[in-house]
């Protein structure tokens, strides 16, 4: 993720909050075309850069802080889903993810979403898909939207028909390919209205500076309320 931050930003000068700290998100302070955005990606070296506790607490209190100073949000997907586990559980992940939620929700700076690989789930929702509000999405041709990985899906979809095929692995590399073919196309999630443009990564730089340029007077109305009741 590194590698990408470096190739989108000013000069390819980060400003990284708590670097050492769940490294499965990458949280920074950078310029885009010169203006200050805050930048959050799904780190997959690092736990494959699925979300758990940590990264979402890390992430939620990054994006709130952006929004508090206006500073627009520029979100980089790649993420597996939501670390399972009865550890991840009994700390409260699903407590943690809606932090995660909420604090987007609530943004009401700029918001530019950029789907670089795997976008699974939950997960996926919660780095700021267009169903919680990004202003602009936007998705590398190796996206892969969906509700879990092609080989998942079959295992789930298809489990009575591989338990009785003579060659089950024959049949599980048949059904994923098709799988694949149908619903992990690359424009499958424009066409879905899941994202509004599949982009040449060669050209994610210009693509964000344009939509950061187009955001730039966005204003939104808070609903009447005296606050949020951020979870907890």
């Given at each position: 993720?590194?590698?990408?931050?470096?190739?989108?930003?000013?000069?390819?000068d980060?400003?990284?909050?708590h670097?050492?700290?769940?490294?499965?998100?990458?949280?920074?302070?950078?310029?885009?075309?010169?203006?200050?955005v805050?930048?959050?990606g799904?780190?997959?070296?690092?736990?494959?850069?699925?979300?758990?506790?940590?990264?979402?607490?890390?992430?939620?209190?990054?994006?709130?802080?952006?929004?508090?100073?206006?500073?627009?949000?520029?979100?980089?997907?790649?993420?597996?889903?939501?670390?399972?586990?009865?550890?991840?559980?009994?700390?409260?992940?699903?407590?943690?993810?809606?932090?995660?939620?909420?604090?987007?929700?609530?943004?009401?700076?700029?918001?530019?979403q950029?789907?670089?690989?795997?976008?699974?789930?939950?997960?996926?929702?919660?780095?700021?898909?267009r169903?919680?509000?990004?202003?602009?999405?936007?998705?590398?041709?190796?996206?892969?939207?969906?509700?879990?990985?092609?080989?998942?899906?079959?295992n789930?979809?298809?489990?009575?028909?591989?338990a009785?095929?003579?060659?089950?692995?024959?049949?599980?590399?048949?059904?994923v390919?098709?799988?694949?073919?149908?619903?992990?196309?690359?424009?499958?999630a424009?066409?879905r209205?899941?994202?509004?443009?599949?982009?040449?990564?060669?050209?994610?730089?210009?693509?964000?500076?344009?939509?950061?340029?187009?955001?730039?007077?966005?204003?939104?109305?808070?609903?009447?309320?005296?606050?949020?009741?951020?979870?907890?």
């Open positions: 993720m590194r590698s990408v931050l470096a190739e989108l930003v000013d000069d390819g980060l400003f990284e909050i670097e050492s700290w769940a490294r499965n998100v990458v949280c920074a302070l950078a310029r885009i075309d010169g203006e200050v805050g930048v959050v799904n780190q997959p070296v690092v736990l494959a850069g699925v979300l758990d506790c940590a990264a979402a607490q890390k992430a939620a209190r990054f994006v709130r802080f952006c929004d508090a100073f206006g500073i627009p949000l520029v979100t980089l997907v790649d993420v597996p889903g939501f670390l399972p586990g009865v550890e991840q559980e009994h700390a409260g992940i699903i407590r943690h993810g809606a932090q995660l939620l909420y604090a987007y929700c609530e943004a009401t700076v700029p918001r530019i950029v789907v670089l690989r795997k976008a699974y789930g939950g997960a996926y929702i919660a780095m700021d898909s169903s919680i509000g990004a202003d602009l999405s936007l998705a590398w041709p190796t996206n892969e939207i969906a509700v879990m990985g092609a080989e998942g899906a079959v789930v979809l298809h489990r009575k028909r591989l009785a095929a003579e060659d089950p692995d024959r049949v599980r590399r048949e059904l390919a098709e799988y694949t073919d149908r619903l992990a196309r690359p424009l499958f424009a066409e209205g899941l994202v509004d443009d599949v982009i040449d990564p060669t050209q994610t730089r210009s693509a964000v500076a344009r939509g950061l340029a187009m955001l730039r007077d966005k204003r939104k109305r808070a609903p009447q309320r005296k606050h949020g009741n951020v979870p907890l």
